[in-house]
């Protein structure tokens, strides 16, 4: 097992017995149940300070900050992080992209707020990281982070291939450090991330007429 996968396991791992421990926190705070849930989530703490080389202080710096997000019932149920990505062309067939404060390029994408639809949070992003109006036209894929080898929050990422519709170019001035049009044979470096399927789904949805989104197969 490289180096890389077995990171991404022992992530995937922690966060699931992390995800086990709280949700049964959350719906059995007491008794016998719920002390086998604390014991769980001191050991994920430990093995997640232990991962970064940190201290036993930090593991239970962590333990804390995990139970204290503990909600009784329903609300408590823990689920993987939901973002939306924006996939859209200008006229000249060049794909919009984002320098994000870190220097890496990507396509504008954010996390979905409450209360709005998948649709309706990439509109948001879109007027709000780079003042242009788009209209969501497919969803192109839905993918897990997981399954790219991103070791770090668990995400499923919605991906929306869109028309741009109005508004000018005009960078976030916090979340953006640049942006441009760019063909897909000649995308600024360095790239976001470690997924590039997106890359060949664009080129399909935009210039073959695809409509059938993409997703992990099981």
């Given at each position: ?8 396991e ?7 017995v992390?995800a086990?421990a709280?949700?049964?926190l ?14 769980l989530?001191k ?11 940190a201290?036993?202080e930090?593991?239970?710096?962590i333990?804390r ?17 939901a973002?939306?990505?924006i996939v ?8 919009l992209?984002i320098?994000?404060?870190?220097g ?14 998948p649709a ?17 036209l ?5 993918i897990d ?24 170019p ?9 942006l441009?049009f ?5 995308l ?19 210039f ?6 993409y997703?992990d197969?099981?």
């Amino acid at each position: 097992m490289s180096q890389d996968r077995l990171l991404v396991e022992l992530a995937r791992f922690i966060e699931r017995v992390n995800a086990v421990a709280r949700t049964g926190l959350a719906f059995n705070a007491e008794g016998f149940d719920a002390e086998r849930y604390e014991e769980l989530l001191k050991d994920a703490a430990r093995m997640q300070a232990a991962a970064v080389d940190a201290t036993a202080e930090d593991a239970e710096r962590i333990r804390r900050g995990w139970r204290d997000a503990v909600i009784a019932g329903y609300e408590g149920y823990v689920t993987p992080a939901a973002g939306c990505g924006i996939v859209a062309f200008n006229e000249s067939d060049q794909v919009l992209m984002i320098q994000r404060p870190t220097g890496k390029w990507w396509f504008p994408t954010g996390f979905c707020d409450v209360g709005l639809s998948p649709a309706e949070n990439v509109v948001k992003e879109a007027r709000e990281e780079v003042g242009l109006t788009v209209e969501p036209l497919r969803l192109m894929a839905l993918i897990d982070s997981r399954k790219t080898g991103d070791p770090w929050r668990h995400i499923y990422a919605m991906l929306f291939y869109c028309r741009i519709v109005g508004g000018e170019p005009r960078r976030h001035p916090l979340e953006v450090k640049d942006l441009g049009f760019f063909s897909l044979d000649a995308l600024p470096q360095p790239l976001h991330g470690r997924d590039r399927k997106w890359i060949q789904l664009a080129r399909e949805f935009h210039f073959a007429g695809r409509v059938e989104p993409y997703f992990d197969r099981v």
